[in-house]
């Protein structure tokens, strides 16, 4: 059973900064892909950015790129999101999850998932 645990969430000013970090344990193979979701009130959770722990491929959603990354730590136990210029529209609850296929921002690609940490956003 893989386990996730999301950490860094917040309250910041738009133009502001938030780093989040998703622990991973259970699984002790190189291949696999975390990926961080979110999900505002009233909306559907949406992919944002993704990261494949073998071979380091990433994706992003196009509302991010530019401004936020993802990446692991050199244990490749931990996987990171760093927002930068941070807007009201990112406003929401951000959750990690695993896949072991694609590393993608469909929901379905991925089996286990985080309690999530709320990000906050003020104009």
């Known amino acids: 059973q893989v386990q996730l645990v999301e950490s860094g969430g917040g309250s910041v000013q738009a133009g502001g900064s938030l780093k989040l970090s998703c622990s991973v344990s259970?699984?002790?193979?190189?291949?696999?892909?975390v990926g961080w979701f979110r999900q505002a009130p009233g909306n559907e959770r949406e992919g944002v950015a993704a990261?494949?722990?073998?071979?380091?491929?990433?994706y992003y959603t196009d509302s991010v790129k530019g401004r936020f990354t993802i990446s692991q730590d050199n244990a490749k136990n931990t996987v990171f999101l760093q927002m930068n210029s941070l807007k009201p529209e990112d406003t929401a609850m951000y959750y990690c999850a695993w896949g072991r296929k694609y590393c993608s921002g469909s929901v379905g690609d991925y089996r286990y998932w985080g309690q999530g940490t709320q990000v906050t956003v003020s104009s």
């Open positions: 990261l494949n722990a073998g071979n380091d491929y990433t």
């Open positions: 259970g699984y002790t193979g190189s291949s696999y892909c």
